[in-house]
């Protein structure tokens, strides 16, 4: 029988009798030569722990970073050479979009529900499902099919889903990247991020490169994101039901419009996201009027906080506008966190 979700994270690495459930930290720069770890920029065994955890929630061998963009430029950096074509997401993470403008790669930007234009001659298709912050989805397998018929390598940021929420591996992707400082160590108190891939020797190939470019995470980090992961089946499903919750009070109110949920039915992402995702998180995008609105929404709401992240315990909302996004000045992207459902709610609609 296969674990459920709970049992999968709280057990996502192996103890034995008289190990501790999860090892602390261990600090080292050097070791006593003699075992399987060297030196501190390329071995150690808190961010093994961890990757071991994570590579299996993937289905895949992953290799930890100090930080999603960390991830995402050193994966870049791996599989794109100078003149290669790159495809990403126009409406996925800003910074992504800024890192490949600053490289010497040919750039296209598709939107993430498409339409996607022919692959050939791509290198790299970048995607990003549900998308930060339209939560717009694409077929990944679909996508992997075509990519892979014109030798167009694929990965996936997984940020949003989270590795609960979806496998891009299983759907045929050839990487994972994700900023673990959002659901997954959830607990907004540490920046990391990883790369997985069920390829071993480019999981080898990105271990080289964060060895050689030297961005390590701290392993206090890494056992911190550890030590929330074991809660991620809990937080997600509150914050899914606060989402939805959430979803049917603002789908109904006057204020708001372009209201985007993927777990809601009549989202018109639910159809492809309910067939490539587990579950759907607490992350809502929906618009008021303008910044003043959103400034005064926040202003009487005691529960949500401005905060440019999501996926901690804390209700959090962003107003993307602000950071550059090409979006509308009241669009925000609110994050649901674990409070209790009905005092989410009269908050929020007391806010509103
Ligand atoms: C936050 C985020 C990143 C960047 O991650 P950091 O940990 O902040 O470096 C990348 N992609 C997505 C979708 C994100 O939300």
Request: net charge negative.
């Amino acid at each position: 029988m296969t674990w459920g979700d709970g049992t999968r994270v709280v057990h996502s690495t192996p103890s034995a009798p008289g190990e501790p459930f999860l090892a602390g930290p261990v600090f080292a720069s050097a070791y006593h030569l003699g075992g399987e770890d060297t030196y501190g920029r390329a071995h150690n065994p808190t961010w093994r722990a961890l990757e071991t955890a994570l590579g299996g929630l993937d289905g895949g061998t992953a290799v930890l970073f100090p930080s999603g963009m960390a991830a995402i430029s050193t994966f870049l950096r791996v599989v794109l050479k100078p003149g290669d074509v790159v495809m990403v997401p126009g409406d996925g993470y800003y910074l992504t979009r800024t890192l490949v403008a600053e490289m010497p790669v040919e750039v296209v930007e598709v939107p993430t529900a498409g339409p996607y234009p022919s692959f050939d001659g791509v290198r790299l298709v970048l995607l990003e499902s549900p998308s930060n912050p339209g939560l717009d989805v694409c077929d990944i397998a679909a996508l992997v099919e075509a990519a892979h018929a014109a030798g167009t390598l694929v990965a996936v940021d997984n940020t949003t889903a989270t590795p609960l929420g979806q496998q891009p591996l299983l759907l045929g992707a050839d990487a994972v990247v994700s900023s673990d400082t959002k659901a997954v160590a959830g607990h907004s108190d540490v920046l990391l991020g990883h790369v997985s891939t069920s390829d071993p020797a480019l999981a080898e190939r990105v271990r080289a490169a964060r060895t050689t470019g030297g961005a390590i995470p701290g392993p206090f980090e890494a056992w911190l994101a550890h030590r929330g992961l074991g809660t991620l089946d809990l937080r997600l499903s509150r914050q899914a039901a606060n989402a939805a919750a959430l979803y049917d009070v603002l789908k109904a109110h006057p204020a708001v419009t372009g209201l985007r949920w993927p777990g809601a039915p009549e989202d018109p992402a639910h159809v492809v996201a309910a067939k490539q995702m587990r579950r759907f998180g607490g992350v809502l995008t929906f618009e008021l009027a303008d910044a003043g609105a959103v400034a005064a929404f926040l202003e009487r709401s005691r529960l949500v906080f401005a905060s440019t992240s999501f996926g901690g315990l804390h209700t959090s909302l962003d107003r993307r506008a602000q950071w550059g996004d090409p979006v509308p000045e009241g669009l925000v992207r609110l994050s649901a966190g674990c409070e209790d459902t009905a005092d989410l709610v009269e908050d929020v609609l007391g806010a509103l």
